[in-house]
């Protein structure tokens, strides 16, 4: 029997197309001790007009805005990011549909040093590509996630920047997801240091009430999603009431509908918090509406939305 061909996959890095085998980082990288990279998640969608990167130059201007929490100086601007991102894509297999643009602090510049402060550190810079699909499962898609309250809190806008995608940052999602998945859920719900809902370890969230679209501000400690910010924009044109402000745990126990936005899980609707049913306990109509509106964009099949795309493959 013939062995399969291995497929070929690239990574960019500082500039330069290599060979993922050979895509490697030093021991000593300052990231890899101390989660000083930044980092943004974007996703390829299928279109009927070849592969298009779904609100990319968004994502560029997130990416750098993150970099100067860290006083990051990035060697690259907005548009080469953009430009190095569509390289990255049309280099790898279709199959690939996610994609992840990294900055951290490397090598020392001083020798054998390893320190917190990275200012003594090379910078560099790289996009990967990786498969994700549905990322909290296709079925849940349609019947809903199961969702538990995490007993972890989100950090305080006094402990660090929520506003910037920090690489450290993200361990708090890690450790929620990790007790999200060993109690059987699907995912996690995060409260802030309030008592009120934040969002989930990599999603914003929404709850319906009434015919009402409610999600909570910035002010709650939220990132500011660009997933969200469509689905808030797609809803309004829907002619859905959009209300930004706290919402508690109990809220969503008896809420109409409740779904979570973001790059890797889309728009997922919620079935249950807490081994208590949400409305129906699956996908509502309004969820449904916004969640297939929202598809129908990002695939470029609503010419109303096309800005949002970004094509690749060369005509």
């Known amino acids: 029997m013939a062995t399969p061909k291995k497929e070929k996959q690239y990574i960019w890095m500082d500039g330069k197309m290599v060979d993922k085998e050979k895509a490697v980082v030093p021991l000593m990288t300052h990231a890899l001790h101390y989660g000083t990279g930044v980092f943004e998640g974007i996703r390829v969608y299928q279109t009927p007009k070849g592969r298009a990167v779904f609100r990319l130059k968004d994502h560029m201007v997130r990416f750098q805005n993150s970099a100067k929490a860290l006083d990051m100086k990035l060697p690259y601007s907005v548009d080469e990011m953009c430009e190095a991102v569509r390289e990255t894509v049309r280099v790898n297999p279709d199959r690939m549909d996610y994609i992840r643009p990294l900055a951290y602090y490397g090598s020392s510049k001083v020798p054998d040093k390893i320190v917190l402060n990275p ?25 809903g996630a199961k969702i538990i309250t995490s007993s972890w809190k989100k950090p305080t806008n006094e402990s660090t920047t929520l506003q910037a995608k920090i690489c450290g940052n993200y361990v708090n999602s890690v450790i929620c997801k990790i007790e999200s998945n060993q109690l059987g859920a699907d995912e996690a719900l995060m409260l802030n240091s309030n008592g009120t809902v934040a969002e989930g370890p990599g999603e914003n969230v929404f709850v319906i009430r009434n015919g009402k679209i409610i999600t909570p501000s910035l002010a709650s400690g939220v990132l500011e999603g660009i997933t969200k910010d469509s689905v808030v924009t797609i809803a309004k044109d829907l002619g859905y009431e959009v209300i930004e402000r706290e919402i508690t745990r109990g809220e969503i126990w008896i809420a109409d509908e409740f779904f979570m936005t973001g790059t890797a899980a889309e728009v997922t609707p919620c079935g249950s918090l807490d081994g208590r049913a949400i409305g129906n306990g699956k996908r509502g109509p309004i969820t449904a509406h916004i969640q297939e509106t929202f598809f129908e964009a990002a695939r470029g099949k609503l010419k109303k939305y096309n800005s949002w795309l970004d094509y690749v493959d060369k005509k």
């Open 119 to 143: 200012s003594a550190f090379e910078l560099n810079v790289a996009v990967a590509l990786a498969y994700m699909g549905a990322y909290l499962g296709k079925e849940n898609l349609e019947k």
